[in-house]
């Protein structure tokens, strides 16, 4: 994977740090990402979302994989801590398309290892608690992301 912006790689030590606070277990394939990459910007942005014949059903673009850096707002941990109370409690967001919505990853529950797009624009009202319905799956797991990744062509 080829990227514009590359973090650093996650130590072992600093993700199980990063899994027990959160009280969670990473599904491998994000937990290798991390392991490998650390995160940044990839120079493919576009992933299609296709049913069983094909055809688009959405077109979702990455901007930022967060990860392990000193960049505000696209740090991973702080990330999760801070929309912690945004989003429901099964996922994390793992990045950002740019203009405000998040690409989360389920880390419970039925959803497990899959990858939703948050949108910020239906997204609940202060002090009402996160539901799904702002919540649109994008990818039964993180390697579809990743491996699906294309250039934007626009």
């Known amino acids: 994977m080829n990227f514009y912006l ?3 790689p996650y130590e072992e030590g600093k993700l199980q740090q990063i ?14 990402f991390l392991l490998q990459y650390g995160g940044g910007q990839p120079e493919n942005t576009v992933f299609d979302r296709l049913d069983q014949n ?5 077109r979702v673009y990455v901007d930022t994989f967060y990860g ?3 960049i505000n707002g696209v740090e991973l ?5 801070r929309l912690s109370d945004r989003i429901p409690s099964e996922f994390i967001p793992i990045g950002t398309d740019g ?8 880390i419970r529950g039925k959803n497990y ?42």
């Open 99 to 106: 203009v405000g919505n998040y690409l989360c990853l389920g």
């Open 19 to 32: 899994e027990k606070y959160l009280a969670i277990t990473f599904p491998s394939d994000y937990r290798d």
């Open 77 to 81: 941990f702080g990330t999760c801590v």
């Open 68 to 70: 392990e850096t000193d």
């Open 113 to 154: 290892g899959k990858v939703f797009m948050w949108r910020e624009d239906a997204q609940p009202d202060i002090g009402e608690k996160p539901t799904l319905k702002n919540m649109e799956l994008i990818a039964d797991s993180f390697e579809a992301i990743v491996s699906g990744l294309k250039p934007d062509d626009d």
């Open 54 to 58: 094909g055809s688009l059903l959405r």
């Open 6 to 8: 590359q973090f650093s």
